[in-house]
């Protein structure tokens, strides 16, 4: 997350000098919190060592009202942005607009409990394929395969099966690896089509003149969803991190 002293710098500054400051304030907490309250924007005022404005909390309630409100306030009493409100800061700021990944690719769901770097791929992944850059989305297809079954190897404890000085192998080892090894059964839907995934990555990373369209997808998605679904299921999240935090405790 961005550092808040380098936030603030990025504000324009006609709106520092407003009210309209506390708008920026919130959309930076609500980056880190789903609850944003008149106390929290006044920390951000508190943090910068700036004077605060003098009555935070009737600004927020009375910008979350009529017709265009800024704030949309909730049951609970915090606050969030409108989406036009959001809209037009992060145009201010030239941020990008982040919006969520669909399941058109594969289900998000899939992903629940893993790392967060494993769902931070499969996002970019299926953001990709909603957007229509489907080269893109190839690559990072390839790279969350690969990250799962690595990921598979170092929750059995045997991550050095797959090194070579030191260093984790190529693809193209990885799979003969992960479908041979004797700690696990690799599903038949793995060992048939797994290496069709590779494939399709590769193209689209190597061959200079292809250019990936969502057809090609076709040819693999349904196979793309159970592969990663499976070897997901073999990792067992939960039983992983349930005993990551009991050898923690001991």
Same mark, same amino acid.
């Given at each position: ?29 609500e ?67 982040? /919006?969520?990944?669909?399941d058109n #690719? &594969?289900?998000?769901? @899939? ?5 967060q $770097?494993? +769902? ?17 989305? /190839?690559v990072?297809?390839?790279? #969350? &395969?690969?990250?799962? @079954? ?5 929750? $059995?404890? +045997? ?14 080892e ?9 700690h ?12 069709? +995934? ?53």
């Amino acid at each position: 997350m961005e550092d808040l002293e380098l936030f603030y710098h990025k504000i324009p500054q006609e709106d520092k000098e407003t009210g309209s400051v506390i708008s920026y304030f919130v959309h930076y907490c609500e980056e880190k919190s789903n609850a944003v309250t008149p106390v929290l924007v006044k920390s951000c005022y508190d943090n910068l060592s700036l004077k605060p404005y003098s009555n935070i909390a009737s600004y927020m309630s009375s910008k979350s009202k009529g017709k265009s409100p800024i704030f949309l306030k909730n049951k609970n009493g915090t606050y969030r942005l409108s989406r036009k409100a959001k809209e037009e800061i992060a145009l201010k700021l030239n941020d990008v607009i982040q /919006l969520p990944a669909t399941d058109n #690719l &594969v289900p998000m769901s @899939i992903f629940d409990n893993t790392r967060q $770097y494993i +769902v931070s791929i499969a996002e970019q992944m299926c953001k990709c394929y909603d957007y229509g850059l489907y080269d893109a989305c /190839l690559v990072m297809m390839r790279k #969350l &395969v690969e990250a799962v @079954i690595i990921e598979c190897f170092e929750r $059995y404890g +045997v991550a050095d099966e797959i090194k070579k000085d030191g260093h984790y192998v190529f693809l193209s080892e990885l799979i003969p690896a992960f479908i041979e090894s004797k700690h696990w059964t690799a599903g038949r839907n793995i060992t048939n089509n797994i290496s069709k +995934v590779k494939k399709w990555g590769d193209t689209s990373a190597h061959a200079r003149r292809y250019i990936a369209k969502k057809s090609d997808f076709n040819e693999f998605k349904s196979e793309l969803r159970i592969i990663l679904q499976d070897i997901i299921l073999l990792i067992d999240y939960p039983n992983w991190n349930l005993e990551k935090k009991t050898k923690k405790v001991s």
